[in-house]
């Protein structure tokens, strides 16, 4: 027997098609988070001449923060759609773009400010 998130198990199974969009939904919202993680690393390894060591270690983890956050809130999306989807409720409202949106923001902010008063 293979683990089954208990979304997956309430309900009638969905046409394949929409449950392979929210395959899809998940995995882009994974690259989202690889892409936080990359952005990390390169801004620690090249950040250095941008910025202080004490703002380039906060954005790190801001950024490093975030990208966990971010692959926790797609599996989460994952299973809450896949649950709606077979329950034949309507979707759930998508948090996890709330924090991509907050996650660039903040990062954005900080930057800006450090370039600012430079």
Not at 14 to 41: H, K, M, Q, S, Y
Not at 63 to 71: K, P, R, T
Not at 74 to 102: D, S
């Amino acid at each position: 027997m293979t683990w089954r998130p208990k979304s997956f198990r309430l309900g009638a199974d969905p046409d394949p098609r929409f449950t392979l969009a929210n395959e899809r939904t998940f995995l882009a919202w994974i690259r989202t988070a690889l892409g936080t993680v990359a952005a990390a690393v390169g801004f620690e390894a090249f950040g250095a001449d941008v910025v202080g060591a004490g703002v380039r270690s906060t954005v790190v983890v801001f950024l490093l923060v975030g990208a966990i956050f971010l692959a926790v809130g797609a599996f989460r999306r994952w299973c809450t759609v896949e649950g709606a989807l077979r329950l034949g409720k309507g979707l759930p409202v998508p948090t996890v773009a709330v924090l991509a949106t907050g996650l660039v923001v903040g990062t954005s902010l900080t930057l800006l400010v450090v370039a600012a008063t430079r």
